[in-house]
Every structure is written in structure tokens, then in C-alpha cells.
């Protein structure tokens, strides 16, 4: 079974740009979190999907939304990057809201010039 | 808010060896999980032991096993028998029971040496 897959896996883009990112869970998992982690921290929450319903959301500007979509599927999109921006974006995805096992991909590194 | 803290930027172990990575973290919840994942270069966050707050017996899996005292909030991993493939960022991560979001550290960097 194929595992949480995340596209693009790198992308160059620039300053005021506008980028989406994908993530595609693991088959029945109808949970998707975004994290972003920054070079040399640790990931921080961004978004939580459930059921197409976004049920959480981190402390992130208003130029970051999500969606999720009726295949679970999901997109990260950012408006007006900045170069503080640049960072690996990773998705996870449970059965559950929640309660069960989160996998992650293996990510997006955005870099902002 | 919940709030994790590892205190050791990097560690070096030997090969064989054993190494204990820290790990505390704050919160007035009684009902929770902690996790450590590993984080090799390939990027992939894989989860290596999950711990219930409830459950007083320390969780084991393989060579990694945990020591969680819960009254003074401190969650470590032990690596035993230390491998090549075991060179990793560590991460230690908190979740509240009933939540979704994992509240992570800063990481550890375990270099094993050959």
C-alpha cells in the first residue's frame, strides 16, 4: 500500500509568489494535518482536516489556507510567500480526527528567494 | 499551551552503545500521549515508540524502550545496542488524548560512530 505521498517534493519560487502543495493520504485515512519545519526546529502545526472540515488551525497568517477534498486529498496553498517561508512542509494523515496514528510523507521543501 | 523541550542539540554514540535522549514537557492535562519519531535525511517523520499517559509501565520496541515520569514530566528515549541506521533527528511530541495536533521539540542529532 502506498503511503502518504506529497508533490511537489522540492520548488524554488519567489518573493510575493503564490504556491500549492499536495499531499494524498494513505488509503481510508480520512484525517489530513500540515506541519511546517523549519531548517534546524521542529515541525509546527499549521492545519488539520477532517471529513472535509477543517477542525484545527494553528498560529499561521491568514495568507495560509488548506483545503481537503471529497478523495481526502488535500492542498496546502500560501499567498504572498515570504522568504521566511522557506521551510519543509509535511503532511500527515490518521484514520481518525485524531485519535490514532499519525504518517507523515516525506515532504515539500519550499525555498523562497 | 503545550509546550515540549530537548535539551541536547546533538549526541554521539558508539556503535553498540547505548544513548539516552531527553525530553520534558508542560502541560496541566492528565490524559495525553508522548512520542518520539526519528527524522533520517530522507526527511520522512517515522514514529519509533508512542507512550499513554495513563499506562504507569514504560513502552518497549526492540532496541528503543522510554522512561516516563509523569509527576515530574520528563519522557526519554534509551537507544540500546546503537546501529549505523539509527544516525537520525530525534523528536519528541506531545498529543492530547481527544486532539489532533502533535506539539513537537527541537529535535536531538544522534551520530552513531562506526
Known amino acids: 500500500d502506498a503511503g502518504v505521498t506529497q508533490s511537489p517534493t522540492h520548488l524554488i519560487k519567489t518573493r510575493g509568489q503564490h504556491v500549492t502543495l499536495r499531499c494524498s493520504p494513505i488509503s481510508g485515512h480520512k484525517s489530513v494535518s500540515w506541519y511546517q519545519q523549519v531548517l534546524g526546529q521542529g515541525p509546527q502545526f499549521i492545519f488539520q482536516?477532517?471529513?472535509?472540515?477543517?477542525?484545527g488551525r494553528g498560529n499561521f497568517p491568514d495568507r495560509f489556507s488548506a483545503r481537503q477534498f471529497p478523495n481526502y486529498s488535500s492542498e496546502l496553498n500560501v499567498n504572498a510567500l515570504l522568504l521566511g517561508d522557506s521551510a519543509l512542509y509535511l503532511c500527515a494523515s490518521s484514520l481518525a480526527g485524531g485519535r490514532t496514528e499519525a504518517f507523515f510523507g516525506q515532504g515539500t521543501r519550499l525555498t523562497v528567494v | 499551551a503545550q509546550t515540549v523541550t530537548q535539551s541536547q542539540p546533538e549526541m554521539s554514540v558508539q556503535e553498540a552503545e547505548t544513548v539516552t535522549l531527553s525530553c520534558t514537557y508542560d502541560t496541566s492535562e492528565s490524559d495525553y500521549y508522548l512520542f518520539w519519531y526519528k527524522q533520517p535525511p530522507s526527511r520522512q517523520m517515522i514514529l519509533v515508540i508512542r507512550q499513554e499517559a495513563y499506562k504507569q509501565q514504560n513502552a518497549t520496541e526492540n532496541r528503543f524502550s522510554v522512561n516516563f515520569q509523569k509527576a515530574a514530566k520528563s519522557f526519554s528515549l534509551k537507544i540500546s545496542d546503537s546501529q549505523l541506521g539509527d544516525a537520525a533527528m530525534y523528536f519528541c511530541a506531545y498529543r492530547m488524548t481527544n486532539d489532533y495536533k502533535l506539539s513537537f521539540g527541537a529535535g536531538t542529532t544522534v551520530t552513531v560512530r562506526a
Open positions: 482536516y477532517y471529513e472535509k472540515e477543517e477542525r
